[in-house]
């Protein structure tokens, strides 16, 4: 085996035994405001159901490349589980710094707990978000690396949007699907083009099915993580399933009429029929009339498939982009119309019957929600370059082009070995 090979065996379980340790003092330690008791509450369900979805959806809806299946799926549950522990601190953290508990998962809930670490599911989603872009190219050290630098930035564009602009928690959380995304493009960017033609980067019918089973499970689940965090749950769940539901449809339909023979593209499926719940998260529980969400639904259906050829086509080469799993297209663009419907909706809600000497603070409102999108949004590309530069130095044996989108650089193949 080549030397760089051994010298990931030798750095990656003593970084993973470093960090666990450290994020084991924190146990015993904790912070004010916490409870570490558990009691039975009405959020375990949708909180099983976040797991599933992030776990187990993510991890088979990032299996597109058809030699790199292995590392998709244990790479992904390694960071969720290493980056959910790291969000729990950072929960805590952002609790200690207010000075006291959270009021609103008090209110929510007695299980403060759980509730936080139902706050840290929802934030590493960023992580396994930006993990789509660099997959295939990122060894495990510069993954478990980007997933401490981004939740760190993450968390600290969440305070200010939460103590400066005094956006409610809740939206906060939901930018995750938009930092993420751009966070993710822009550490792409850092990264070496693979050779033209690469075999290895191209999908498979086998490694097409599972990624669609992912998205299946990350379908059916998207409600629950919708209306894990807002206070009208009943709302954010039926708007969340018909903005999903018209997606889906929407996605089928264009698909075949954007295709040259009229056939269905299933990597346009895929990630169109996620859109609707990216789109409606913003504005989920602020929806009373369904037809809000389902139009959502439909503009987020369209925005993915005409963005993946504008991306692909413009975007990608223009910038010598290499974005594997199409983020951008899944989950930024979709993140970007919702910031922008929640909005619109603010504006036309709270206008209504609003009196000529209030519009200077609805205007105050609406332009504060302007300034944490952009904020999230600017935040995650700087941050993403930096962290960029960051996992290019020679510490963290960056893998050459030629290893790119192989499991068998990482992963042991003893079928292979015996020659089967």
Known sequence: MPSRYLSFRCSVPWLILLLQALLLLRSFSGFPGVSDTYSSSDSYPEFQDVNHMVVFGFGFFLMVLRRYGFSSTGFNFLLVVLGVQCSVLGEDLLVFLRGGP???????????????????F?????????????????????????????????????????TFLKVPGHLTGVHVFLFGAYFGLALASRFPEPPAGLDKSRS??????????????????????????????????????????????????LSALTSKDGKFRMAQIRSAVLAGGVTISYAAE??????????????????????????????????????????????????????VAAVVL???????????????????????????????????????????????????????????????????????????
């Not at 205007?363 to 960051?390: E, K, N, P």
Request: hydrophobic residues 50%; contains cysteine.
């Open 102 to 120: 959270n009021q609103v998962g008090l209110e929510r809930t007695a299980d403060c707990s759980l509730w936080s670490l139902a706050r840290a």
């Open 122 to 162: 929802v934030s590493v989603t960023a992580v396994v978000i930006s993990t789509g872009a660099v997959l295939g190219r990122a060894n495990p050290v510069q993954l478990i690396v980007m997933t401490l630098v981004e939740l760190v930035f993450f968390y600290v564009s969440r305070y200010v949007n939460e």
């Open 204 to 253: 498979s019918p086998k490694s097409e099915l599972f990624s669609v089973l992912g998205t299946v499970f990350v379908w059916v689940f998207w409600p629950s993580f919708n209306s894990i965090l807002p206070s009208s749950k009943m709302r954010a769940v039926i708007n969340t399933y018909l903005a999903l539901a018209v997606s889906a449809v929407a996605a089928f339909m």
């Open 286 to 339: 602020r929806i009373h009339h369904p037809w809000i969400a389902m139009i959502l639904g439909l503009l987020g259906s369209v925005i993915t498939i005409l963005g993946s050829h504008c991306a692909q086509r413009c975007f990608n080469p223009a910038l010598k982009l290499q974005d594997t799993s199409g983020v951008h297209f899944t989950f930024g663009l979709p993140a970007v119309l919702g910031a």
């Open 346 to 420: 603010i504006v036309v809600q709270d206008g209504i019957g609003t009196r000529w000497n209030e519009l200077s603070r609805l205007g105050y409102g609406a332009l504060v929600y302007i300034g944490a999108f952009c904020q999230t949004m600017s935040t995650a590309l700087i941050t993403g370059l930096i962290t960029g530069l960051i996992l290019n130095i020679k510490l963290l044996k960056a893998v050459h082009v030629s290893k790119y989108f192989d499991d068998q650089f990482y992963w042991e193949f003893p079928h292979l070995s015996v020659g089967f």
